[in-house]
């Protein structure tokens, strides 16, 4: 997540907990208590975060779709309309000796090279079974809801699918976020616009919504769940073709394992209930209720259209900050204004979520500074450094040598080197996390460290779950 996104949650929290919960309860325009999803204050922020995420992803979305046209288009269509490129297309992969550029060639040589076409998925085995899960899907569908969707609406909810979820992929790839909330939320409003209100019940409609939106965000989220797999399996050298396997294994697995988890679960806790609200379904359903015309609370769309405007032109800024730094990275300011996503997950959920991955996200900025001083430490002259001048220098327990500090045996008493190890790209690393060229990788430390504690805590719940479901009474 990162130390900006969860400061950027934190300011959401603010915002909406802080400011906007007790200003629509001392107004009146959230009456009921506080933790009530009906008239409370927490249903009521519910809609400003809904505009403020609405707002941001279509313009990020829109973008994505502008700037991919406007790089690629050309060259993309001068690709296609070749006719060796639908020659080859059809042909197993194994037998393809050469590549069709799409790319201009550049100078840059990638540090890896792709994997052997033996070891690719073929392009028949994608001709074959991409469609075969398309209309499986559409299948399953009609016979879970067929009462609910129609064959027609549940053909255009996995096409849908199907195009937005490249789009979460390649937003993905390019900022490690995977916009699924916004993906969902643009497949209700088209959903809203394909199955008006007026030729449905109001239940059926806002069901039908529920489920286009489902069916999209469960294909991006799949679909950049395995290409991050894909993506590691790329860095160590494994191949495509076994990874893809895999996945399709522990895909039928997991269709089977997570079902029964949620059953389970709904056992022996109350979901929604006081351990497990569930803010995410009621994003949903409330924005199912504003695309098909329901009425919101009072004031609320007043305030959410401010947040959207507000949040819209926010998200334009932070698109042009995208690549005004030095060599094309992001702008130094771009990180302390705040994304609408993140703002909105931290408005729409309690505040405990948000604070613990605020902290987080501070222990992360703390370490990052360490790493930065320490390397700074190693790369300034001895002569330079205060605690080498008034500490040890002062204290005779050596002399200082008239270089500028090169030999790193001739550490002061009491000031030990961190070990330094091999690592598999033959770099010597020191112990600290700082490698001799000067790269720090302090970071892997602390995803390792938060790898551990979000382990600890699956193992922990599910044993917790295993008890709870036994009747072991709690402690």
């Given at each position: 997540m990162g130390p900006s996104t969860s400061l950027h949650m934190l300011a959401g929290a603010i915002l909406g907990w802080g ?161 699924v909330s916004g993906i969902s939320k643009l497949t209700q409003l088209i959903f809203a616009i394909a199955t008006p209100a ?241 790269d720090p990788d302090g970071g892997s430390t602390v995803v390792i460290l938060a790898s551990g504690l979000i382990l600890g ?19």
């Amino acid at each position: 997540m990162g130390p900006s996104t969860s400061l950027h949650m934190l300011a959401g929290a603010i915002l909406g907990w802080g400011i906007l919960s007790p200003l629509a309860k001392h107004r009146g325009w959230a009456p009921g208590p506080v933790d009530s999803w009906e008239d409370g204050s927490k249903a009521w922020i519910v809609w400003v975060s809904l505009a403020i995420m609405l707002a941001d992803s279509i313009i990020n979305l829109g973008w994505l779709i502008l700037r991919s046209f406007t790089t690629y288009g050309s060259l993309l269509l001068h690709t296609i309309t070749r006719k060796d490129f639908w020659v080859g297309g059809f042909r197993p992969s194994r037998g393809r000796n050469s590549y069709t550029a799409i790319l201009p060639p550049h100078d840059k040589v990638s540090d890896k090279e792709d994997a052997p076409p033996s070891e690719l998925v073929s392009t028949s085995t994608v001709l074959i079974l991409l469609p075969l899960t398309l209309v499986l899907n559409v299948i399953c569908m009609h016979i879970s809801f067929g009462n609910l969707i129609t064959p027609a609406l549940a053909i255009l909810a996995t096409l849908l699918a199907l195009l937005l979820s490249v789009m979460g992929v390649r937003a993905l790839g390019e900022t490690d976020l995977n916009p699924v909330s916004g993906i969902s939320k643009l497949t209700q409003l088209i959903f809203a616009i394909a199955t008006p209100a007026s030729s449905h019940t109001r239940r059926t409609a806002v069901v039908t919504n529920l489920l286009a939106g489902a069916v999209s965000e469960a294909g991006a989220l799949q679909a950049g769940d395995m290409m991050q797999d894909l993506k590691t399996g790329h860095l160590l050298g494994a191949s495509p073709k076994a990874q893809f396997y895999g996945q399709l294994i522990g895909s039928l697995f997991g269709a089977v394992a997570s079902a029964a988890v949620y059953k389970l679960y709904i056992t022996v806790y109350d979901v929604p209930g006081p351990m497990f609200q569930v803010p995410t379904a009621y994003v949903w359903i409330f924005t199912a209720r504003l695309v098909t015309g329901q009425g919101l609370p009072e004031m609320a769309w007043q305030t959410a259209t401010i947040a959207g405007v507000v949040f819209a032109v926010i998200t334009v800024v932070r698109i042009m900050g995208a690549k005004r730094g030095k060599d094309g990275a992001s702008a130094p300011w771009r990180p302390w204004i705040p994304g609408g996503i993140a703002v909105a997950v931290g408005m729409y959920n309690v505040p405990s979520f948000t604070l613990a991955r605020a902290i987080g996200g501070v222990i992360v900025l703390w370490w990052g500074w360490v790493e930065r001083r320490q390397q700074e430490q190693e790369e300034q002259p001895r002569s330079q450094l205060w605690w080498w001048r008034w500490g040890w220098w002062s204290s005779g327990n050596g002399a200082v040598d008239d270089d500028d500090g090169d030999d790193t045996n001739a550490l002061p008493s009491g000031v030990q080197r961190s070990f330094a190890v091999k690592s598999n790209d033959g770099k010597q690393r020191d112990g600290a996390g700082i490698d001799r060229d000067g790269d720090p990788d302090g970071g892997s430390t602390v995803v390792i460290l938060a790898s551990g504690l979000i382990l600890g805590e699956g193992v922990v719940s599910i044993i917790n779950l295993a008890l709870a479901s036994a009747g072991v009474p709690h402690l």
